[in-house]
């Protein structure tokens, strides 16, 4: 006790000697300070909770396009010129720390057939098991691919709801083969119903499959790139040999298997139609972007005074939507912790006005027997803040004890939160300081006389 | 030698817009080591002098010397230390602290005083001043468990506890019977007698100034009789 002015003494044992009426008091800041562990930890919890669902809508997703292809001056629109490869989505994930998935997709659009019916889905989707993490899509009835057919061009895919309902009906898909383009795919799994997309596109209306599947096998064997805009492109330009077949021999005579044999083609770059990557913080999306465009531009090797041969797109209109929903949840939270603790003060402010009047004589004696004002003053400060730093204690036990209590019975999700306990503490003795001086000064002002004639 | 001189102190409260003046120049001392009374009737300006000279309240004129340092124009701060430093207060209704052994109580001064004992210094002081008053085997108990008698020997000995060179005891027996009233005016004139204390009593009671050696005696605001120390033999004033 000789760190302390004799004062805290004092205080202390007034407080003792008023037990009960000291933890009625600091009730307030009990319900106040808990209150506010309570709701952060449990908003804490829902933020994650409604960032996430956010998220699985494709907040944090980048989505990465060849750049446009243009010929004789007419564009081709975004993602007409095959830029892309598989190297490029390896190198992200590799490259870009903040890029937690990565996926390369190859789209094909044609018929599919099971049985006796057909249905044209509306995406079909040469792509990696990744696919699904940057997706935040759950596999419901199977398993996803293997990492071999990852890599690989197994015949295997994953189907979604619609594809499942329009091909097999009520019966189970699993094991079942569809047939896309003549190549059959053996169905492994069935993917969790998503529904339709902000833009009313039937998100369940694919059909998933290995990469070089989707490449290689169902789009035709073109080692050239599966987006038909080119093909289509370069048929609309005129080349006359597809308008006009010339009966002529040809003056480059195809190989024999001999010749072909013995000198191997080198191996044709192959490419992909766009890389999706998920980011994992939409805060780092900004720097994401930046940095996967400078990797691109290095592995693609265009020059300074080139344009990018690609596209980064974010969804940011999701994504502001996330961090607009995060900044109104913590504002929601701190409105309602600053409410409760201010409820708080003015209980304590109320108890120390009243404790000050009821103790007039015991402070007229004090000064009495050489208590200065000064004296005083600190030892009713003291107080008010010894309450309020044991009501924050004791609340933010009561804080984590009703966060545990939603988590066990109610099930909800809640995160501890450090800066919410230091804030919490913090805020109980600024309470404490605030609305224990006004108290504390009154007394500190008494006139002795009349202080010790008060009855 | 003197340990209280007033010189031409004047008091005046300002009720509803006219001057009220309470005390109209008085001037007296009192010497160390005498047991003083201070008397008349009520209305007199008996509480008010009382007040200035305990330094809970300053004049509105003239001069203080408590100890030969000049109080009159202290600060409330420095009055407060003043008090803890020179005076021990004995009041008519006790005002022990509720729910505080009385050992608590004479130690309660302690806490303020400028040069503070160490608390196993402090502890034995007061033990040693319970004893004193006679109080060695009450000293855990609660005021509500003391006798009125009991109690105000608690409050002399707290008054007591920062050896004060003066002790202020206002209307010390007002709420005691008559038997206690002498027990505790015999221990006043212990006090002085044994220890040299100087004690101020205040009292309108005539019994209870007879035991004083020297009677001041107040009325309107001016001090009729007794005001100064009769003079000692060797020493002029």
Request: with cysteine; aromatic share 6%; charged share 15%.
């Amino acid at each position: 006790m000789t760190l302390f002015p004799p004062t805290f003494a004092v205080a202390l044992h007034a407080l003792r000697r008023n037990l009960v009426r000291s933890a009625l008091t600091t009730l307030g800041i009990v319900i106040g300070v808990g209150a506010v562990i309570a709701m952060v930890e449990i908003g804490q919890g829902s933020k994650r909770a409604v960032a996430e669902s956010i998220q699985s809508l494709g907040a944090n997703n980048l989505l990465v396009m060849p750049g446009q292809a243009s010929s004789g001056g007419v564009s081709f629109g975004g993602g007409s010129t095959p830029t892309l490869t598989p190297g490029d989505a390896d190198a992200i994930v590799r490259e870009v720390s903040s890029a937690v998935a990565v996926a390369p997709v190859v789209r094909a659009r044609t018929q599919v057939i099971a049985g006796g019916k057909n249905w044209v889905p509306l995406y079909i989707y040469g792509t990696t098991s990744d696919f699904l993490s940057v997706r935040d899509w759950a596999v419901a009835d199977g398993r996803a691919f293997a990492p071999a057919e990852n890599n690989g061009m197994a015949n295997v895919c994953l189907v979604g709801r619609t594809i499942a309902r329009q091909l097999f009906g009520s019966a189970s898909p699993l094991d079942q083969t569809l047939r896309v383009n003549n190549t059959p795919l053996r169905v492994i799994g069935v993917l969790v119903a998503k529904g339709a997309n902000t833009f009313g596109a039937d998100q369940d209306d694919i059909v998933l499959a290995p990469w070089q599947t989707i490449k290689f096998k169902v789009s035709g064997q073109s080692a050239q790139t599966a987006n038909q805009s080119v093909a289509a492109a370069a048929g609309a330009t005129g080349n006359s040999s597809t308008r006009f077949p010339s009966q002529q021999p040809s003056p480059y005579p195809l190989q024999t298997a001999t010749e072909a044999a013995d000198f191997p083609a080198p191996p044709l770059p192959t490419f992909v139609d766009q890389i999706l990557v998920r980011i994992g913080d939409e805060a780092d999306i900004p720097g994401a972007t930046r940095q996967i465009s400078v990797l691109l531009r290095e592995r693609h090797r265009t020059r300074s005074n080139q344009p990018d041969d690609f596209n980064i797109r974010d969804t940011a209109e999701l994504s502001s939507a996330a961090v607009a929903t995060a900044q109104l949840m913590s504002g929601l939270l701190l409105a309602v912790s600053l409410i409760s603790l201010v409820v708080g003060g003015v209980g304590i402010m109320n108890i120390m006005l009243v404790s000050v009047t009821e103790r007039t004589k015991e402070i007229g004696l004090r000064m009495a027997v050489g208590a200065r004002p000064k004296d005083i003053l600190w030892q009713f400060l003291v107080e008010a803040i010894v309450l309020c730093l044991a009501g924050g204690a004791v609340g933010i036990l009561c804080g984590w004890g009703g966060a545990w209590a939603v988590r066990t019975f109610l099930h909800w999700r809640t995160e501890p939160s450090i800066p919410a306990v230091i804030a919490a503490v913090g805020v109980s003795a600024f309470v404490g300081v605030a609305f224990g001086f006004y108290p504390a000064w009154k007394a500190s002002r008494l006139d002795p006389i009349d202080a010790l004639r008060y009855e | 030698m003197e340990l209280i001189t007033v010189k031409d102190v004047w008091k005046t409260y300002r009720v509803g817009g006219e001057d009220l003046h309470v005390l109209k120049g008085v001037s007296m001392n009192v010497r160390r080591g005498e047991l003083v009374a201070l008397t008349g009737s009520s209305g007199g300006g008996k509480s008010t002098l009382m007040n200035t000279l305990g330094c809970l309240d300053r004049p509105t004129s003239g001069n203080y010397w408590l100890d030969n340092v000049d109080v009159s124009g202290l600060d409330p701060s420095a009055r407060a230390v003043t008090r803890g430093r020179k005076i021990g207060f004995v009041f008519q209704n006790f005002s022990l602290l509720a729910r505080t052994s009385a050992l608590d109580n004479v130690l309660m001064p302690l806490t303020y005083a400028t040069q503070r004992p160490t608390p196993a210094d402090g502890r034995k002081r007061a033990v040693a001043l319970l004893e004193r008053v006679g109080l060695a085997n009450r000293m855990d108990h609660y005021p509500s468990q003391l006798s009125g008698g009991q109690q105000q020997r608690v409050a002399i000995a707290r008054a007591l506890v920062n050896n004060p060179a003066l002790l202020l005891a206002d209307e010390p027996t007002g709420n005691l019977d008559s038997k206690t009233s002498v027990e505790i005016l015999d221990m006043f004139k212990r006090l002085n007698a044994e220890e040299g204390l100087t004690v101020l009593l205040v009292t309108h009671d005539p019994a209870v100034a007879a035991t004083a050696h020297r009677v001041i005696f107040m009325k309107d605001g001016l001090i009729e009789s007794g005001a100064f120390a009769p003079e000692l033999a060797g020493e002029s004033t």
